[in-house]
């Protein structure tokens, strides 16, 4: 059974940062590529940075410069480093990981940015 396990959420002031944390049940070489998205409320799920092995990582315009997606294969686990927060960043984040076609995803971690 595949599991991803997201941490590191919480309130922060615009400007600040956090790190979100997806740790995977198995090897993140099981999923051809990982990822987060992101859902404000009354908003649909968005992309917001996918990291493919051998392939430079993708984000979504409105995070390029301020979001760096990573992976730790000795821990299994995916990061989202965020920098310079923004109110409109403020959503429950998800972790994402295909394997084949099929999604993988994580109960989400909320993340409030607001003074």
């Known amino acids: 059974q595949v599991q991803l396990v997201e941490s590191g959420g919480g309130l922060v002031q615009p400007g600040g940062s956090l790190r979100l944390s997806c740790a995977a049940s198995?090897?993140?070489?099981?999923?051809?590529?990982m990822g987060w998205y992101r859902q404000a409320p009354g908003k649909e799920r968005e992309f917001v940075a996918l990291?493919?092995?051998?392939?430079?990582?993708t984000y979504a315009d409105s995070v390029k410069g301020r979001f760096t997606i990573s992976a730790d294969s000795a821990r299994n686990t995916v990061y989202l480093q965020m920098n310079s927060l923004k109110p409109e960043d403020t959503a429950v984040y998800y972790c994402?990981?295909?394997?084949?076609?099929?999604?993988?995803w994580g109960q989400g971690t909320q993340v409030t940015v607001s003074s």
């Open positions: 198995g090897s993140i070489f099981s999923f051809r590529s």
């Open positions: 994402n990981g295909m394997i084949r076609t099929y999604a993988y």
């Open positions: 990291i493919i092995p051998g392939d430079a990582p």
